[in-house]
């Protein structure tokens, strides 16, 4: 790590990184919204992201975002009672 004023700078990698892995889970999150989309959220595999993110994701906000999504959506509702997630 490189110091600059006794402070860490975090390295461009990292910060892309994290900035790209924000905007992903927010798109993710807006998909699995729709109804719509719910089924091929499911079905392309999202859906256990979304449960991950829903359980570690770092941003609170987007965390409880993720969840207020699955528990709203009547198709991710089904899908957790079929496979007995519980949030």
């Known amino acids: 790590m490189v110091h600059y004023h006794g402070l860490f700078r975090i390295p461009i ?7 790209i892995r924000h ?9 699995a919204e729709l109804e719509l989309y719910a089924r ?3 079905s392309g595999g999202a859906f256990w992201e979304l449960i991950r ?3 570690d994701c770092s941003r609170d906000g987007i965390r409880s975002l ?4 699955l528990t709203s ?5 089904a899908e ?5 997630i519980e949030l």
């Open 13 to 19: 990698r990292w910060a892309i990184f994290s900035m």
């Open 23 to 31: 905007y992903v889970e927010l798109a993710l999150r807006h998909l």
């Open 40 to 42: 091929d959220v499911i």
């Open 53 to 55: 993110i829903s359980g």
């Open 66 to 69: 993720v969840r207020r999504t």
């Open 73 to 77: 959506s009547l198709t991710s509702q």
């Open 80 to 84: 957790m009672r079929h496979l007995r």
